[in-house]
């Protein structure tokens, strides 16, 4: 049964999918940082095994990392906006699941990328979801975390012109570490920056690449 909190987030971004895709898709052409990152995951998992972006949107994310050889598929929790991704990015593997109990098998994957994807998580959940990351992995499997920085929670009561119900979280990056830790990875990096002026929302961004400890099951 699907518990009041994912079930609130499939509902926003469904009504979402249409305006967040219009204005999302491209962003990575604006945001020579956040290529950066994914380039350098991409380097260390390209050919090694499967990875899954997880919350992956309308698929820009993935797309760029299929783009560069890595063997990708996307998951999110809102089916229609797994619809608009596999209408933007035909052929790619796009499927609807929650990140909360992800149908993966254990440590079947060898890298996750999650950008964005704990926004609407309070902090109670934080170390459910990188739990299911931790067991989705292989031994020493990496991820990379990218998640607005800060210490608040926003209600908004709409994005582009659709009325929202869900909290959206910014945490501090040593929180965000701790409950790595926690679920059992490795802290490798830390990376932050400003906002890109009329690219984004003004949040300050933050990254971090993990890597699952080996001997941990």
Not at 46 to 65: A, E, I, K, M, S
Not at 148 to 155: F, L, S, V
Request: aromatic fraction near 10%; proline fraction near 6%.
């Amino acid at each position: 049964m699907t518990d009041w909190l994912v079930r609130t987030i499939r509902q926003n971004y469904d009504r979402l999918a249409r305006e967040y895709t219009l204005h999302l898709f491209d962003e990575l052409r604006h945001k020579p940082f956040d290529r950066e990152l994914l380039t350098r995951f991409a380097d260390r998992t390209r050919h090694r095994g499967v990875v899954c972006d997880l919350g992956c949107g309308p698929g820009h994310v993935t797309r760029f990392l299929n783009d560069l050889e890595v063997s990708v598929f996307g998951v999110d929790v809102s089916p229609n906006m797994v619809a608009e991704a596999r209408r933007l990015n035909p052929g790619l593997d796009f499927r609807a699941g929650d990140m909360l109990v992800l149908d993966l098998p254990p440590r079947s994957l060898v890298g996750i990328v999650a950008f964005y994807s704990i926004v609407n998580l309070p902090r109670d959940r934080l170390g459910r979801a990188f739990s299911e990351m931790f067991r989705a992995l292989e031994p020493a499997g990496l991820a990379l975390i990218a998640f607005h920085a800060g210490d608040e929670t926003i209600h908004p009561d709409e994005l582009w012109g659709v009325p929202v119900t869900m909290d959206f979280c910014l945490y501090p990056p040593a929180v965000i570490c701790q409950e790595l830790e926690a679920a059992g990875f490795a802290v490798e990096e830390v990376a932050e920056r400003e906002p890109y002026p009329d690219v984004e929302y003004q949040s300050r961004r933050a990254y971090i690449f993990v890597r699952k400890r080996a001997l941990r099951e």
